[in-house]
């Protein structure tokens, strides 16, 4: 069953990989075909626009390549057999994030080369939410006191969500019965 779950992963990280791989030339040209379609006065793009392009261009590539490196799957060339399917691209934190800046970058391109240079505006969620999260993490806790300690529940409503099966289970566990095993810190 885990070599099936490591073939899953190898099968989602390898089309992942092709989609980043796209996702770096794709966006580019079709910013170039929206502003020679419908916004032909700005060709050739403004050293405004351009320098825009090349400083969020920079940490896209660098965010790509390194996606692209720790999702690479490695396989025997000979058999073809999976050595190592690499890090699971599809994981919550740094690897979705890295994925959110890049459709953030993805899409201010291709919407500066149909709207114009004011959609780079968008680019401004990326430290929004950067500091959104700081102060939900780090600093609302510090500065306000609301700690992330869980709520106190009282006796009464502890016994209310507890299902019949649980307290036929408790009880046992009470008298002794050694088909009952206590598991601590599971919940």
Do not use: H
């Not at 020679?36 to 050293?47: C, M, Y």
């Not at 392009?53 to 025997?76: C, E, H, M, W």
Request: charge should be positive; hydrophobic fraction near 40%.
């Amino acid at each position: 069953m885990a070599n099936a779950s490591a073939k899953r992963i190898a099968n989602q990280n390898e089309t992942t990989v092709k989609l980043l791989k796209r996702g770096m030339l794709l966006p580019t040209f079709i910013s170039f075909i929206l502003r020679f379609l419908f916004r032909r006065s700005s060709l050739p793009p403004s050293k405004g626009s351009f320098a825009i392009y090349i400083v969020t261009f920079f940490p896209a590539f660098f965010l790509s390549n390194y996606l692209v490196k720790i999702g690479t799957t490695r396989r025997d060339p000979t058999t073809g057999t999976l050595i190592s399917y690499g890090e699971d691209l599809s994981q919550p934190g740094v690897t979705e994030w890295c994925f959110d800046i890049l459709y953030v970058t993805w899409a201010c391109q291709i919407g500066s080369g149909a709207f114009g240079d004011w959609f780079w505006w968008l680019y401004m969620v990326i430290p929004l939410y950067a500091v959104f999260k700081l102060w939900i993490s780090i600093l609302s806790p510090m500065i306000l006191g609301r700690g992330s300690n869980p709520v106190v529940m009282d006796k009464d409503t502890e016994t209310q969500n507890v299902s019949k099966r649980q307290e036929k289970l408790r009880k046992r566990s009470e008298r002794g019965d050694p088909r009952v095993r206590v598991q601590s810190g599971r919940r």
